[in-house]
């Protein structure tokens, strides 16, 4: 009973939790443990079927999602912005490649407590090499309202590529999403 109230008494609140569990606050704890105990508990390590690393966290709290994100660009540089899947209501937050390894190092570190299969797992992500010929996408550059409002009044992909300095595909793609209702309007 000690124990419960002390984990009651850390954030982890009584009866069903999986939307309502936050990090810790207000206490010292560790981020990077705490995260690992999160991925062993409610995340997956390994490799998907086209034999790429991936580290993913499934979890229907919006605070655990968001906080791993946050964690999670720190380490990697890689932004997700997590959103709730159709089917169940849930954060489905997936890391892969470069990203996955980094990830991977530094939550499975040597001298802690893993789950042994994680830890296998995580520890084999390290040998992975991006295969040649695959390339290598850098972190996408996000739109901005000042370029889709640019975007809107141009109204033609050709002309707003050369003033925003973005590809003819995604000025098409993003002209589409606009007209169609796929991203809100710019205020």
């Excluded at 380490?75 to 089917?87: C, E, M, V, W, Y």
């Excluded at 407590?113 to 084999?124: H, I, Q």
């Excluded at 109204?155 to 003819?168: D, H, Q, V, Y």
Aim: charged residues 25%; positive net charge; contains cysteine.
């Amino acid at each position: 009973m000690e124990a419960r109230t002390k984990l009651n008494e850390l954030g982890l609140p009584y009866g069903r939790k999986s939307k309502r569990i936050t990090p810790p606050r207000d206490v010292p704890f560790s981020r990077r443990d705490y995260l690992r105990g999160v991925i062993d508990a409610d995340g997956s390590v390994g490799y998907t079927k086209q034999g790429l690393p991936f580290i993913s966290l499934t979890t229907a709290s919006t605070a655990i999602a968001a906080y791993f994100c946050f964690y999670a660009k720190k380490i990697t540089g890689a932004s997700r912005h997590p959103s709730r899947n159709q089917r169940d209501g849930i954060y489905n937050v997936m890391y892969w490649k470069e990203a996955s390894q980094e990830l991977a190092a530094h939550f499975y570190y040597p001298v802690r407590l893993a789950r042994e299969r994680k830890e296998a797992a995580a520890t084999s992500l390290r040998d992975w090499v991006r295969p040649a010929g695959m390339k290598s996408s850098p972190n996408r550059r996000r739109w901005k309202e000042w370029e889709d409002r640019a975007l809107l009044r141009h109204n033609n992909p050709t002309s707003a590529a050369e003033e925003l300095g973005r590809s003819l595909q995604s000025c098409s793609l993003r002209l589409w999403r606009l007209r169609t209702g796929q991203v809100p309007m710019p205020q």
